[in-house]
């Protein structure tokens, strides 16, 4: 697995993301909450990021954060997604009222992996 994030690998189905919200299962680690589901028909792990404008009233300030855990994410996808081969759809949800460091989202994301991949084996 390389460490991009290519558009395959990127979730844009409405029909996943409302199935996801209605039947998928949570892990968190303050402030990042991970929706997860298993993926049979696809063929690599679908990830998708969320930061509510209720919280964050600029989109300068969503972006950045949507930008910090997609990095996050694409440096150790590879580490903590290799789950026997088992395929996820999963949407990261910052959860926090403020901004935060990159430090910070760096470990809530690493936790909030190894969490799913500890769930999973």
């Known amino acids: 697995m390389s460490l991009k994030f290519p558009k395959q690998e990127k979730l844009k189905s409405r029909k996943v993301i409302s199935h996801l919200f209605a039947e998928g299962k949570s892990c968190s680690k303050f402030p990042i909450k991970v929706l997860y589901l298993p993926a049979e028909d696809a063929d ?30 694409r440096l150790h996808k590879t580490e903590h997604l290799e789950i026997n081969g088992k395929k996820f759809v999963l949407l990261f949800i910052y959860l926090g009222k403020e901004e935060v460091s990159y430090k910070k989202v ?10 799913l991949r500890d769930k999973e084996i």
Do not use: D, H, Q, W
């Open 44 to 73: 690599c792990t679908k990830a998708g990021f969320v930061a509510p404008k209720k919280s964050f009233k600029k989109a300068v300030s969503r972006n950045r954060i949507k930008r910090l855990m997609r990095e996050v994410y």
């Open 106 to 115: 760096e470990a809530s994301v690493i936790n909030v992996l190894k969490k």
